[in-house]
């Protein structure tokens, strides 16, 4: 069993950042894929960045040039750096841990971006 544990959300200001940081219990970056994922009100859940135990990052159209994830394997944590913030940014964010066969996800967290 893995427990993510995320933390960092909040209210901001339009144009303004946050940084959404991930626990992790152990040590599973090199074999799990890491991910922040968001739903706003009334939507589907949607993938926002991730990176691979190889490295290799995916950002969604919307947050390209603006968020950035990365992630420290000492403190077993991921971040998402997120700037320029837009009120359509507003959503619960969840950490998530995916690979074949098994994937882990946090309680989220709320971010609200008021314009």
């Known amino acids: 069993q893995v427990q993510l544990v995320e933390s960092g959300g909040g209210l901001v200001q339009a144009g303004g950042s946050l940084r959404l940081s991930c626990t992790a219990s152990r040590n599973i970056f090199s074999i799990y894929t890491m991910g922040w994922y968001r739903q706003a009100p009334g939507k589907q859940r949607e993938l926002v960045a991730r990176i691979t135990s190889g490295g290799s990052r995916i950002y969604a159209d919307s947050v390209k040039g603006r968020f950035t994830i990365s992630r420290d394997n000492a403190k077993n944590t991921v971040y998402l750096q997120m700037n320029s913030l837009k009120p359509e940014d507003t959503a619960v964010y969840y950490c998530?841990?995916?690979?074949?066969?098994?994937?882990?996800w946090g309680q989220g967290t709320q971010v609200t971006v008021s314009s």
């Open positions: 998530a841990a995916t690979r074949v066969g098994s994937d882990y």
